[in-house]
């Protein structure tokens, strides 16, 4: 069999808009799936093709990540699907891998994706590196604080820059969460289905404190909030006097936020609910452009030795050794292989999500307790997570 992966093109939309929509289960028509898919943009898209078939596709956004207080470009992958007629046939691992080849020579050193089935990305050397989770508050638990001196201003308008403003410098601070593209701010201030309400917070002095973006379905139905940002104690106060407002007609607010978040440590009780948990992937494509773009300690100046394992990805299989100097990291091939880990451990240890303790028992990573603490310290980050949905 020939087999092809390249960009889709507008004639290749008609016929991959319903393969994606019937390999993920949307409940869109054939007509509806086209204009979703012209309106994102055709060149975000990859048509994977069988002697000249359309077998497959899958989506790129274009977006970045913050880790270690540096953003860098990833692959966000979305929309992946393989047509039921062609599965088994290890259609979607071929077309994985192209694309994963694809951003190797386009100079992108990670890939991150929310999966529909983890084990499959494991085989692609993808591994768990983060969390999106959405709690639920209840607003009567909510003890009010009037004295916070934050007040909250609506905003009709849709342009996401005063929103931004806010964003990016806080995005600085936390693990894994997105660089958003224009796209992606897109997605958040506005919704096709329910209207959304926009609110920035400001201190006594006018100064933007916070933002918050929800939806309300009707009465005695849950908000939803799409996405929020508090960047002091006050802005947390005033977020949750804000949702206490809401008591006499709500029962839930339901909210993205990170594992251990500011906000539940300032909610007045225990009792916060999950309503929903999923754990995003990252790959590694790139191993020494990953280091050499994310931020590390500065006041850590060492060096380790690794033995990489990478069965997809030659260029990054091998023996190589970490470097660190004044926060900035270097990979260079070398050393004795002290530490041996599998590429899927590194994306683990990288955005920090497990402790290199934690993988040497549920991962394959093998040091000594010297290397496990000198990991722990070079790798050291919030916990990993982001409120976007892709």
């Known amino acids: 069999m020939n087999y092809w992966y390249g960009n889709a093109v507008e004639d290749d939309i008609t016929v991959l808009a319903p393969l994606l929509g019937q390999a993920l289960h949307f409940n869109m028509n054939r007509e509806a799936l086209v204009e979703w898919m012209q309106k994102r943009g055709v060149s975000l898209y990859r048509a994977f093709k069988v002697d000249g078939a359309i077998a497959a596709g899958l989506g790129i956004l274009p977006m970045g990540q913050w880790f270690g207080g540096k953003a860098q470009p990833t692959a966000g992958i979305t929309v992946v699907g393989v047509g039921p007629e062609w599965r ?17 020579e386009q100079d992108v050193a990670i890939s991150t994706l929310y999966p529909a089935t983890t084990q499959f990305y494991r085989t692609l050397g993808y591994e768990r590196a983060g969390s999106r989770i959405l709690y639920e508050l209840n607003p009567a638990l909510i003890k009010p604080k009037r004295d916070h001196g934050v007040t909250l201003r609506q905003v009709l308008e849709t342009d996401y820059a005063p929103f931004a403003a806010i ?42 404190v916070g933002y918050v973006v929800y939806e309300q379905a009707g009465q005695f139905e849950d908000v939803k909030v799409i996405d929020w940002v508090a960047t002091t104690g006050a802005a947390l106060d005033a977020l949750l006097d804000f949702w206490a407002g809401h008591r006499s007609l709500v029962s839930k607010i339901v909210l993205p936020g990170a594992p251990i978040d500011p906000l539940l440590f300032r909610y007045h009780e225990q009792g916060v609910e999950y309503n929903w948990h999923l754990d995003w992937m990252l790959r590694i494509i790139n191993a020494p452009l990953a280091i050499q773009r994310r931020g590390f300690p500065h006041w850590l100046n060492c060096e380790i030795a690794l033995d990489l394992i990478d069965p997809r990805l030659d260029w990054n299989h091998g023996r190589w050794v970490l470097q660190l100097r004044d926060g900035v990291g270097t990979l260079e091939r070398g050393g004795n292989g002290a530490v041996s880990l599998h590429v899927r451990d590194l994306a683990a240890l990288y955005s920090g999500y497990l402790a290199p303790h934690d993988l040497r028992l549920a991962g394959s990573l093998q040091a000594d307790a010297e290397q496990l603490g000198l990991l722990a310290a070079i790798f050291a980050s919030p916990r990993p997570w982001m409120s976007d949905m892709f």
Request: charged share 25%; net charge positive; hydrophobic share 40%.
């Open 88 to 104: 088994g046939r290890k259609v979607g691992g071929l077309m994985m891998e192209a694309m994963l080849r694809e951003q190797y």
């Open 167 to 208: 964003y990016d410098p806080w995005a600085a601070s936390q693990a894994g969460v997105l660089e958003r593209s224009q796209l992606m701010w897109e997605r958040v201030m506005v919704s096709p289905r329910a209207e959304r309400l926009r609110y920035i917070l400001s201190d006594q002095a006018g100064q933007a």
